[in-house]
């Protein structure tokens, strides 16, 4: 990102949650984009921010049109001008007359946010023409969204193709994301250990099979367990599965032995007799719950031996909570296991969280300084540990 004196045309992720009043209710998404932002403006580029907000095409006015009111950008100037230290232009438009008109008119040194790019349907689609109207505004093209890298959009991929190789470049916060977690693809320190939970198996497939490949140990818990308990034989009550999966799990178990990866399931469970922060609970062997009773959490021995081999590990890749984590009493699971991590850490580990509800769960047990790399990106970090091209890497790669 060397570049002075520029245009920068910057592609950033300022997808963030407002309150129904259209007000930001958590800016770490605004947050994490001001350092790429700030090194540029201090080399005296201009910038002109592109990003999308929501799901303007989903999501639209009874009468077809887009319902510009809730999905504007304009929702982000003051915080991001505030976050910034210097003002922000606002354009109305994503590539049209008030876009380029300002687009022309910036000075280095000065701000410009374009209108949603999901306002048009081509930023989805991938369009070639769309994208090349939005290249048209800036000399050079700089990526810094790593939470859509795993989406073909025009904005985030398409659009690289009309800048050569020395006009393009990823920004700060891609660079870390990327850079941690080739750490744990690439010569990972050994043990090597995956901790994967969540509710479904069907959703973490493509990751667990490309997981033993590479790890020495993978560890599996949550709802998706109990799938694999019912797979080996065990009762389950009812604890969720999923029956069409049975044979892919004990595919999965076969597969492990083959590479020589030890895998874990939860010995025990808490067990609850509703899916409800009231129920009775108690704890039992997960693979002999009776009827009527369902597993919502791990139980002691399973956070014994999870904690055990997490604690003996050299690089960790965490994602999924290990219990209804949102409910206090099917908790404690997920935070022994988010204590291990961090006891690891401590000891020379490198731990990597990804996923959405990993992050939020490591943040409830206030560990989230103690582990190594937190990802931003929920989507794009698992499909990149799938081992799939993501478009927003490869165009800025790519001749
Ligand atoms: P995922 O989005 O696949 O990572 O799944 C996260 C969700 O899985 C969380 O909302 C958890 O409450 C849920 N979950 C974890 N363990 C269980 C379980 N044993 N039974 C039902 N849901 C679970």
Redesign the pocket.
Known sequence: MNFSNSKVLIRVDFNVPLDGANKITDDTRIEAAIPTLKQLLEKNNALIIMSHLGRPQKKKNEDGSINVKKFTLQHVVSRLATLLGTPVHFATDTVGEDATQKADALQAGEVLLLENTRFHSEEAAGDEAFAKQLAKMGDVYVNDAFGTAHRAHASTATIAQFFPKDKKAFGLLMKRELENAEKVVKNPSRPFTAIV????VS?KIMLIKQLLEKVDNIIIG??MAYTFMKAKGGTIGT??VELDKIVLANELVELAKEKDVNLYLPEDSIIADSFNKEANTKTNNSDAIEEGWM??DIGEKARNEFASVIESSKTILWN??M????MEPFAGGTRAVAHAVAFATSQGAFSLIG?G?SVAAINQSGLEEQVSFISTGGGAMLEYLEGKELPGVAGITKE
């Open positions: 939970g969540g509710a479904k959703d949550g709802g604890s969720l597993g919502l999924g909570p219990g209804v984590f949102e996923g509800d």
